[in-house]
């Protein structure tokens, strides 16, 4: 198959030269359309680069075609040429005709080569304040409500500022306080290599995002003061900002008490693949009940007191040499007020739990990062040290039918990594040092009032608190050398490696009439360590023509598990050669079009997470205990995509189909009590459990009306195993999502921006059918231009839930006036949310045995006033 495929490409007819002008210097932008003789429809189109090279892959049988290049201010040059491979050398001249009229037309979208140009001033209206406004409206790139950037369905792999990597991966920051009147273009570099010492040898198929700024100095920033009342209401922020090309910084101070959730100004959207993946993330083994949070404007829910303070600092401190300095602290402290009705449906049986929930969360982490880097074409060093500290703590309050229950947890959390990766020249061949080295702690320890389990903790007798106590340390290294080579179109890479991890955990779960529960089942004494000795060989090939892309990774492991565990009989322990190959293929169709497929192997031995042998109180109904084998994973993984993407059109389309199958030797036993009480716990039995998933996706911007159009549509469907009160059952479930936006400016004084979103989740386990879910949310705002200088929001929030006994619909309505001083950059702002007055929100959803409706208490009608400085 793939013989008659590479013989069907390289057969077409492959159209290249130079297009040079009068003095035969080459022109860079010229454009070069081939069509049939017979017919205006377009068989090949190329622009010129650089150097003034093009080249085009005709495929098509007709033997005569028509060649033409265009260039604005030189006569067109037209030839008929014979459809076969060959070279071209065009000379283009100056125009004689005089023009009675030149209308000059911004470009919207720019190519040049593997880059996209978006215009802001094409895209900008009166009401876009921050370069995110813009970017939002753009074709083909997406903002999630989290602030993560998708382009063409895909999260992006870098956001540079004139090429610099300020954020590492933090880039809400910038993205929400760069102002739009400072930035010209937003660049999407399409299959960027952000090492440049990679960049002629290692593909990738990755996108990153650049923001191109107006000035090569840019001193700018905001700040904002504001006020209200029901409650008294504040919100304070400073944000001065320094771009320049040796030296960029962002530095912020933001407070509110108004719901706006500023955490996610630092949320970490990095994807970094160095192979050098053991993350540092902290991990959550216990929690108190808290409820979903609803899916909308979080200024009309969110009970918070939050201060964020962020340093980011980039300096070229020599030649190619950058420092960087990230630094943020953020202290949150968030009201939580509403009840729960959970259903929980089992082969025999359907059991109800009522809660009313009174939560207080506290925030309080450090995060820091010090990086230095060299990016050059001969070599690449960068050295990532990171230390992040972590001093959270949750209440609650937890009212039942016929009991009150009070729970505390405490939860600190303290990370330090560094991380190195060295690339430089031996001869015609690359080296490449990579290692990574870190350590974890986390002491948790949550206190539950009344007592809980009565028949498994105490003899089926009241009592009055139970304790669970927790401590768990991770460290780690992993340590890697490679050599890389090109062989003409192919590069070969291999790497050797080790990694070692070693992770302790201790838990106890007190009882407080006997202080100590001394029954080895209910604690833990763990000592988990994984060891791997590793070689990986990479296999990449790129066509001239970059029409196909090819690449196999064979990694080969010894893989080492040893266990143990004061509770377990006899230490586990685990010895495998694992072999997880990987195969990644992207053909480019045309100009236009292109798919690609992926088709993979992986293996998951243990996670200590799911290890422990005694019971552990994970919150104030879960017990879980996994006195079982190590646990053994294998993954395969299949997708398949195609994308469509025309700059010129400003289209952009793409879908995916993937499957995924998993095989587990562990089966998850879940006992629910008839009070809601749940007991986990794994036993030994094969199972598996299948994964489909569809996407498509497409946008469209209108130039004459200047709309935007997305749509979205997602279905996901798995079946697995489950252990449901000793009955085995087969779960089942079904997930549709569709979403469509639009931006469109009606009149001069008139543009709406509109947002559709429905969801249907059903799910069944053998022959029990649960009620399928239906959710709706529409979003319409309204922008009311009463001048040049100012405007009148009208936000309409629409949601219903097909589930809900109460409340199945809510409509909200927000109004907002900003004033502007245009010679002074200063906004006044006056907003009214939640006009209404409408003080619950009913949310539903189910899983794979359990039916959910949330009733979440929101804020009351508040009015803010702000002033908003702009520098």
Request: proline share 2%.
């Amino acid at each position: 198959m793939f013989s008659l495929v590479f013989f069907k490409n390289y057969s077409q007819s492959v159209i290249s030269g130079v297009i040079n002008d009068e003095k035969g210097q080459p022109l860079s932008g010229a454009t070069v359309i081939i069509s049939k003789k017979t017919s205006t429809s377009i068989l090949a189109y190329d622009i010129s680069d650089t150097q003034g090279k093009f080249k085009t892959n005709v495929k098509d049988i007709t033997g005569s075609l028509i060649f033409k290049v265009s260039y604005l201010g030189y006569t067109t040059w037209i030839k008929n040429i014979y459809n076969k491979k060959q070279q071209l050398l065009v000379q283009l001249f100056p125009s004689t005709e005089n023009l009675k009229e030149v209308f000059v037309e911004r470009k919207i979208i720019e190519q040049h080569g593997d880059t996209l140009s978006f215009s802001v001033a094409a895209f900008k209206d009166q009401k876009d304040r921050v370069i995110a406004d813009v970017i939002k409206k753009m074709p083909g790139i997406e903002i999630m409500p989290s602030g993560a950037i998708l382009y063409q369905g895909k999260p992006i792999q870098k956001y540079y500022i004139e090429g610099l990597d300020l954020m590492e991966g933090r880039y809400n920051l910038a993205n929400e306080n760069i102002s739009a009147d400072d930035v010209s273009k937003v660049q999407i570099l399409e299959n960027h290599q952000p090492l440049k010492i990679l960049d002629s040898l290692v593909f990738s198929e990755r996108s990153s995002l650049n923001i191109k700024l107006k000035k090569k100095l840019t001193i700018s920033g905001n700040a904002e003061l504001g006020a209200g009342f029901s409650p008294l209401l504040w919100k304070a922020k400073f944000t001065p900002m320094l771009f320049s090309k040796k030296r960029q910084a962002i530095v912020t101070y933001q407070s509110n008490n108004t719901g706006t959730d500023i955490s996610r100004q630092i949320y970490n959207f990095s994807s970094e693949n160095t192979g050098n993946n053991i993350s540092i993330e902290k991990t959550n083994w216990l929690s108190i009940t808290q409820l979903s949070k609803p899916p909308f404007l979080q200024e009309l829910w969110l009970d918070n007191n939050v201060h964020l303070a962020s340093v980011n600092v980039l300096q070229q401190i020599k030649k190619d040499v950058i420092l960087k300095l990230n630094v943020s602290y953020l202290n949150d402290f968030q009201k939580q007020s509403g009840n729960s009705n959970t259903r929980f449906f089992t082969p025999t049986d359907t059991i109800n739990l009522l809660e009313n929930n009174q939560n207080k969360l506290f925030t309080s982490n450090l995060q820091s990062k010090l990086i230095i880097e060299k990016n050059t074409k001969s070599n690449y060093i960068k050295n990532n040290f990171e230390v992040n500290k972590y001093w959270n703590s949750k209440r609650g309050i937890t009212q039942l039918t016929e009991t009150s229950l009070e729970q505390n947890l405490s939860n600190p959390f303290i990370a330090i990594r560094n991380k190195l990766q060295l690339i430089t020249t031996l001869g015609k061949q690359l080296i490449d040092f990579q290692s990574n080295i870190g350590y974890t702690k986390t002491n948790q320890d949550l206190e539950v009032t009344p007592g809980q389990f009565l028949n498994l903790l105490n003899n089926g007798k009241p009592y009055s608190k139970i304790n669970q106590l927790l401590e768990s340390t991770r460290l780690f290294a992993d340590n890697s050398a490679s050599l890389t080579k090109a062989l003409k179109q192919f590069t070969i890479a291999s790497k050797i490696g080790f990694s070692i991890q070693n992770q302790q955990l201790n838990s106890d779960l007190e009882v407080f009439e006997n202080k100590q529960n001394t029954d080895l089942d209910f604690l833990n004494r763990l000592d988990f360590t994984t060891s791997k000795g590793y070689f990986e060989n990479v296999i990449q090939f790129k066509s001239k023509d970059d029409f196909w892309k090819l690449r196999l990774k064979m990694p080969i492991s010894m893989l080492h598990i040893k266990l143990e565990d004061q509770n377990y009989s006899n230490n586990r322990a685990l010895n495998r050669l694992v072999f997880e190959p990987n195969f990644y293929l992207k053909k480019k169709l045309t100009a236009f079009w292109e798919t690609s497929f992926t088709a993979g192997l992986n293996y998951n031995y243990g996670d200590v997470s799911r290890l422990y042998s005694g019971f552990m109180l994970t919150n104030y109904r879960n017990l879980n205990r996994y006195n079982a084998p190590i646990s053994q994973q294998v993954n395969q993984i299949y997708r398949g995509a195609v994308s469509y993407r025309n700059p010129i059109k400003q289209i952009f389309i793409n879908g995916a189909y993937s499957f995924s199958r998993t095989k587990n030797n562990l089966l998850y036993k879940n006992e629910i009590d008839e009070n809601g009480a749940i007991i986990l716990e794994a036993i030994e039995n094969d199972n598996f459990i299948n994964y489909n998933n569809y996407s498509l996706g497409g946008s469209k911007y209108f130039k004459k009306i200047k709309t935007t159009i997305k749509l979205n549509a997602r279905y996901n469907q798995s079946n697995q195993e489950q252990l449901l009160n000793d009955t085995f059952t087969n779960v089942e479930k079904n997930n549709i999502h569709m979403d469509a936006n639009l931006d469109t400016e009606i009149f001069s004084w008139l543009s709406l921006q509109y947002v559709a979103a429905i969801s249907i989740y059903k799910s069944s386990f053998d022959e029990v059918q649960l009620r399928q879910v239906e959710t709706n949310k529409h979003v319409l705002n309204l922008f009311f231009y009463l001048t040049d200088n100012q405007y009148l929001k009208c936000t309409n929030e629409y949601y219903r839930n097909s589930l809900s006994e109460k409340n199945s619909s809510n409509y909200f309505l927000n109004f907002s006036y900003q004033y502007t001083f245009k010679q002074s950059n200063i906004d006044l702002n006056l907003s009214w949310n939640n006009v209404l007055n409408t003080n619950e929100f009913v949310n539903v959803y189910t899983n794979e045995f359990t039916y959910v409706e949330n009733s979440y208490k929101l804020r009351p009608s508040q009015v803010l006033a702000s002033i908003k400085f702009s520098f």
